[in-house]
């Protein structure tokens, strides 16, 4: 019915008669030329608003489409949810849509690895396939295209869409319900190499084929394919240029997929926009929301291929559900120390890549480890291996521990500690990763008695600031050692070993039930100070060191003065007028330096000091507003930058006179000093 008669248009509300007709967007006016040429097909005169009153107009867009000339080229959006509340898409009945069912594309990679294992010698290929103008397949019954119409307003057109337009919420579903026949037929083709019929994935018009370079399977594929598509179509519905050749390395839905290297990652053109957007977000105070979107739609993408950027997504999202559009995002400090984070990944390039194996769909695990936490220590078993690990709290983490109990909200509770006896396991075993595979990380299960840590490993978020900074350790650990992490719940009765290995320290008879569960088993107990630790090695080697070295000399100068370096018990406003005096210090006398220092290096110290409060579970409130206020002050008595001098012509000839061409040493310095002297 929907291929004879067109798509029939049920409304929940009737549209209010316009009035006043709905400008185009901005984008429409600076790139006319781009969807004139869109409508310019048929035209018929007459001044079709007075004759026919009831038609609702909605504007136009254009949104870049590819890497084309974003001047003369773009994708026309006909923006069919405007306005709010009384827009075509507002009025449209819910329950007559159709909901389409798209499968994943890690379908494309389980048929690669299927393909691989069945024809071990031949390689696998990848093509692509689109649909040409694929709305317009599909008509709109002419009891409803006056729901449908536009304007072209520099040339006073007024435009009635016939067809689907790119914007109705409805019309995915209305062209799956005609195009799904596609892959049906092309499915029921067949050869030997692939006898229960070809691959045929798709999403909306991308069809996906994957085959063995085996005889005449890639032709016979590719013929199948456009065979289906003319017999349901037509034979215009086919987009020659959207037909890519036959090749183990294919872009499928903006990911790149790889069947020699079994990866799946970002293409470096994404990499390459993400870091544009990172660095402008960076550098803003604010972002529109238009902004922010892009920003997070741009990250999410990138973050498809590379988990360790997935967790610092959750600052970023904070604003995302931001109620006006008119308003700004501004840009924190956590969203800052996110997107310097992100700088980091996207500046990484062993991260880009998934193997196929796990992307979406885990494999089984290669390893399972089972961990618990208590009032008294961690534990980790392995249980494959017979060995187990265990840690003894620190009086420190004791005390946070007694606190938290007590009302404090220091984060130290069940829940964090849980998740950190999965950093502990990562941290102490490195060996682990001596047991990886060639192409694929090893996958490593931990079960935990914590449903609140799973959902935190799972989503790789929490609202608890300790448990932020362990799940990014985690994502980049597992990179550094080419491991993949996934978590489980065990409910307590069938968690009887690790819950005697955590409180062996609290009573003997927990040591003896545990040591009749594991006879034979090899124990390893752990001595660090684990949570400070960790939390403290949570930058980098080098960051680390010049982090200390500005602690030690708080230290010292907070000792000098009889003050206590961790502000036991100290309120507010002690802290931060110790915290002014340091500062004061600094700008008049320096910190080592015999002489005072700008304010920007004032607060490199200030955040290494606060760096290790935060891993010891103390507050170093370098935000507070009289700090501020004095920090800005402060800036404002810097010395002005100076550039250095360029280069001289003088100082050129100097060099040069002075040079012996015929050495090639020299030749190369004299080159070096020419150049130089070019971008000076």
């Known amino acids: 019915m929907i291929a004879q008669e067109g798509v029939k248009f049920h409304l929940k509300k009737t549209p209010a008669r316009q009035q006043l007709r709905p400008p185009n967007h901005g984008s429409a006016h600076d790139r006319v030329t781009s969807y004139v040429r869109?409508?310019?097909?048929?035209?018929?005169?007459?001044?079709?608003?007075?004759?026919?009153?009831?038609?609702?107009?909605?504007?136009?867009?254009?949104?870049?489409?590819?890497?084309?000339?974003?001047?003369?080229?773009?994708?026309?959006?006909?923006?069919?949810s405007h306005q709010e509340?009384?827009?075509?898409?507002?009025?449209?009945?819910?329950?007559?849509?159709?909901?389409?069912?798209?499968?994943?594309?890690?379908?494309?990679?389980?048929?690669?690895?299927?393909?691989?294992?069945?024809?071990?010698?031949?390689?696998?290929?990848?093509?692509?396939?689109?649909?040409?103008?694929?709305?317009?397949?599909?008509?709109?019954?002419?009891?409803?295209?006056?729901?449908?119409?536009?304007?072209?307003?520099?040339?006073?057109?007024?435009?009635?869409?016939?067809?689907?337009?790119?914007?109705?919420?409805?019309?995915?579903?209305?062209?799956?319900?005609?195009?799904?026949?596609?892959?049906?037929?092309?499915?029921?083709?067949?050869?030997?190499?692939?006898?229960?019929?070809?691959?045929?994935?798709?999403?909306?018009?991308?069809?996906?084929?994957?085959?063995?370079?085996?005889?005449t399977t890639l032709s016979e594929a590719e013929r199948s394919l456009r065979f289906a598509m003319e017999a349901i179509l037509g034979v215009e519905a086919i987009n020659d240029k959207k037909f890519t050749q036959w090749k183990t390395r294919q872009r499928v839905l903006g990911l790149e997929f790889d069947s020699v290297t079994e990866l799946v990652s970002i293409p470096q053109a994404k990499i390459d926009k993400a870091r544009g957007i990172v660095a402008s977000a960076y550098s803003a105070k604010s972002l529109t929301c238009k902004a922010h979107r892009s920003l997070l739609d741009s990250l999410r993408h990138v973050a498809t291929c590379l988990r360790a950027a997935r967790p610092f997504l959750q600052?970023?999202?904070?604003?995302?559900?931001?109620?006006?559009?008119?308003?700004?995002?501004?840009?924190?400090?956590?969203?800052?120390?996110?997107?310097?984070?992100?700088?980091?990944?996207l500046h990484t390039p062993q991260l880009n890549g998934v193997s196929l194996d796990f992307f979406n769909v885990l494999p089984p695990p290669d390893i399972v480890v089972e961990v618990d936490a208590s009032d008294f220590g961690l534990c980790a078993l392995d249980t494959a291996a017979h060995r187990e690990l265990t840690y003894q709290f620190s009086k420190a983490e004791t005390g946070l521990i007694n606190e938290i109990k007590a009302g404090s909200p220091n984060g130290f509770d069940i829940n964090f500690r849980e998740?950190?006896?999965?950093?502990?396991?990562?941290?102490?075993?490195?060996?682990?990763?001596?047991?990886?595979?060639d192409k694929r990380p090893l996958h490593v299960h931990f079960r935990i008695d914590s449903i609140s840590t799973v959902a935190?490993?799972?989503?790789?978020?929490?609202?608890?600031?300790?448990?932020?900074?362990?799940?990014?350790?985690?994502?980049?650990?597992e990179t550094t050692h080419r491991l993949q992490s996934s978590v489980s719940h065990v409910t307590g009765v069938d968690n009887g070993r690790t819950y005697a290995d955590s409180r062996i320290s609290a009573n003997p008879s927990f040591a003896t039930l545990f040591a009749s569960l594991t006879l034979g088993w090899a124990r390893e107990e752990a001595k660090v100070d684990l949570a400070t630790y960790i939390r403290g090695h949570s930058v980098a080697d080098a960051t680390y060191q010049q982090y200390e070295r500005v602690l030690n000399k708080?230290?010292?100068?907070?000792?000098?003065?009889?003050?206590?370096?961790?502000?036991?018990?100290?309120?507010?406003?002690?802290?931060?007028?110790?915290?002014?005096?340091?500062?004061?210090?600094?700008?008049?006398?320096?910190?080592?330096?015999?002489?005072?220092?700008?304010?920007?290096?004032?607060?490199?110290?200030?955040?290494?000091?606060?760096?290790?409060?935060?891993?010891?579970?103390?507050?170093?409130p370098i935000t507070h507003p009289h700090i501020r206020m004095l920090l800005k002050g402060i800036s404002r008595l810097d010395a002005p930058r100076t550039s250095k001098s360029p280069v001289s012509m003088e100082l050129l000839e100097t060099c040069f006179r002075g040079l012996s061409l015929n050495d090639h040493f020299e030749q190369v310095l004299w080159g070096f000093c020419a150049c130089h002297s070019s971008f000076s």
């Open 85 to 215: 509340g009384d827009s075509i898409n507002d009025c449209t009945d819910p329950g007559s849509v159709i909901k389409p069912e798209y499968s994943h594309c890690d379908a494309v990679a389980t048929e690669i690895l299927r393909a691989k294992r069945e024809h071990p010698h031949a390689k696998v290929e990848i093509m692509a396939g689109d649909v040409a103008s694929v709305f317009r397949n599909i008509s709109i019954h002419s009891n409803s295209v006056y729901l449908f119409p536009g304007q072209i307003e520099e040339e006073n057109v007024l435009v009635i869409e016939l067809s689907a337009s790119f914007g109705w919420t409805g019309f995915p579903g209305f062209y799956e319900a005609v195009s799904g026949a596609i892959p049906h037929v092309h499915g029921t083709h067949h050869n030997d190499a692939n006898p229960t019929g070809f691959f045929n994935y798709h999403w909306v018009d991308n069809y996906i084929s994957v085959a063995p370079n085996v005889g």
């Open 38 to 80: 869109t409508y310019a097909r048929n035209k018929m005169h007459g001044d079709f608003l007075s004759w026919w009153p009831e038609i609702i107009t909605s504007p136009f867009g254009v949104v870049d489409k590819g890497g084309n000339d974003a001047s003369i080229s773009g994708r026309t959006i006909h923006a069919l």
């Open 554 to 620: 708080w230290h010292v100068w907070a000792s000098r003065r009889g003050i206590s370096v961790w502000f036991a018990d100290y309120p507010l406003a002690v802290q931060g007028q110790h915290i002014s005096d340091f500062v004061l210090h600094g700008f008049r006398f320096g910190y080592g330096s015999d002489g005072p220092i700008p304010s920007e290096t004032i607060m490199t110290v200030l955040h290494g000091i606060r760096h290790f409060f935060a891993a010891a579970g103390y507050e170093f």
């Open 419 to 437: 998740l950190l006896s999965c950093a502990f396991a990562v941290h102490t075993w490195p060996p682990l990763a001596a047991h990886q595979r």
């Open 315 to 345: 600052h970023l999202r904070l604003r995302e559900s931001h109620p006006n559009r008119f308003q700004h995002v501004p840009v924190s400090d956590e969203m800052k120390q996110d997107l310097l984070w992100r700088w980091l990944v």
């Open 456 to 477: 935190w490993q799972n989503k790789l978020s929490s609202q608890n600031p300790r448990a932020q900074v362990l799940i990014r350790l985690l994502s980049w650990w």
